[in-house]
């Protein structure tokens, strides 16, 4: 049931990929006319109206090129956001004006204004886009792009047939990759990180949370809203609670990772004294949950308070793989004696995390094996927030505003597990306030002593 659960959630994310495989080379504008065939599934319009095929007067046959586009695509300003009129571009003259920098044309036709009708008043959304497809110089660049993350990231291989499957998935993922980008809403960049030669299914193995362990009574407390006003941005890392990013590695222990470094706030916010704690010891002695195979905050906390409280990570290092449990209780630093379940509003969750320190969450993962920095906000279909598969740690908020266009984007600085090489020196930044990933669904807190 549960595997049947999360493999549905990563297919629904990823069918798109078969898709495009078909139409490759013909994914944006430009190239070869490609616009004027049917369009694979994932451009254009948040709301699957792209799917349909289109006429062949480039946009939507139906007229559904007049209804709202998702933000990531077109025009650099957000025009494309904004209602097309019959004319399909924009109403009230936006397609009429230069596009931003950054989008589509190479050879800086977009940058000149749009004419009255379709796309560029001159046809020059008829001409290639970006870079060239066909397979010579994308194979060569694949290549090269391969050789370069081997590098980057230490990759061995240790036989011709590895090494060629490798680069294969590579390859697929590049594909994923450009998914994320292309459909992007916040100003996150997705690329090759030291992941992009797993599968999906090897990268699965490495997160490890499990909403099937809940109880199904959960007997966690709601947590205490406080009422007072907060800063516009906050972030615990500078109040010295927050251990540097650690590495569960090759384990789905997330959970583990999660709990701790909550716990390692709570404690530091009380006692005045950071300890790093034993991820290892939760893995080996918290039977509940499953080790490797992963867990649940909520099972956790309590396992904590059963055990009798947390070792160091320097007297329970971490292996990354199960074990027996050597819990030595006189080697306890800290303890638990019970735990909070925080709101999803994501206005409470700050108010919470101000008051009383980080927060763990369970987030999709969806949007993390490519993530590179910025602030994520990946379409609700890319990023289903009711199938959270990963545990993170919450420790502060803020608003970032572009460059040139002055979008707000809020977000929350998340600490990861998977070492300070990964993401914003270990850390994610995600969309904040409508919910991104269910970043907002599974929010719970240890209460100390
Ligand atoms: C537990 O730790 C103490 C030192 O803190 C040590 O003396 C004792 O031998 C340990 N017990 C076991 C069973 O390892
Ligand atoms: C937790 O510990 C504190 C301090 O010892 C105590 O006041 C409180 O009642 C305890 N809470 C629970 C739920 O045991």
Not at 202 to 223: N, V
Not at 278 to 296: P, W
Request: proline fraction near 5%.
């Amino acid at each position: 049931m549960r595997l049947i659960l999360v493999v549905c959630a990563l297919s629904s994310a990823w069918v798109v990929d078969a898709q495009l495989l078909r139409y490759e080379g013909k994914i944006h504008f430009g190239t070869d006319g490609h616009d004027q065939q049917p369009h694979s599934k994932i451009l254009l319009g948040s709301d699957g109206h792209d799917q349909k095929p289109h006429g062949q007067k480039l946009l939507g046959v139906d007229g559904h090129d007049q209804r709202l586009h998702s933000q990531a695509l077109l025009g650099g300003d957000g025009h494309d956001q904004r209602q097309h009129s019959q004319a399909l571009l924009g109403a009230d003259g936006h397609d009429l004006r230069s596009h931003g920098q950054k989008h589509f044309g190479v050879d800086g036709h977009d940058q000149q204004p749009h004419g009255q009708v379709l796309l560029g008043g001159d046809g020059h959304d008829q001409q290639p886009h970006g870079q060239k497809v066909g397979n010579g110089p994308r194979e060569l660049s694949h290549t090269h792009m391969f050789k370069g993350f081997m590098k980057k990231y230490n990759k061995a291989y240790n036989s011709q047939s590895e090494f060629k499957k490798r680069f294969s998935i590579f390859r697929q993922n590049l594909k994923k990759i450009h998914i994320l980008q292309q459909s992007e809403r916040g100003t996150a960049k997705y690329g090759p990180t030291k992941f992009s030669d797993l599968t999906e299914h090897e990268f699965r193995r490495m997160l490890g949370l499990r909403p099937d362990l809940k109880p199904t009574l959960s007997q966690m407390e709601p947590a205490e809203i406080p009422s007072e006003e907060i800063p516009s941005s906050f972030d615990w890392r500078d109040h010295g609670i927050v251990t540097p990013v650690k590495n569960q590695g090759m384990c789905g222990s997330c959970w583990a990772f999660s709990v701790t470094g909550n716990v390692e706030g709570q404690w530091a916010l009380k006692h005045k004294h950071l300890y790093s704690l034993s991820e290892q010891e939760l893995v080996d002695c918290d039977k509940t949950d499953e080790g490797c195979n992963g867990g649940m905050p909520e099972n956790a906390y309590e396992a904590i308070a059963k055990l009798g409280g947390l070792e160091t990570e320097n007297d329970y290092p971490y292996e990354a793989k199960d074990d027996q449990c050597h819990f030595n209780e006189t080697k306890v630093k800290v303890t638990v004696n019970g735990s909070v379940e925080l709101p999803q509003n994501e206005d409470d969750l700050a108010r919470w995390l101000v008051k009383h320190g980080p927060i763990s969450i369970g987030i999709n993962a969806n949007a993390l094996q490519f993530y590179v920095g910025g602030v994520s906000h990946p379409l609700r279909f890319l990023c289903n927030p009711k199938s959270l598969d990963h545990g993170m740690l919450i420790v502060g908020y803020g608003v970032h505003t572009t460059k040139y266009l002055h979008r707000r984007q809020p977000y929350w600085i998340v600490k990861n597990s998977w070492g300070p090489d990964w993401g914003e020196q270990g850390y994610y930044r995600v969309y904040r306030g409508d919910g991104t990933c269910g970043v907002n669904q599974m929010a719970t807190s240890a209460i100390v002593p």
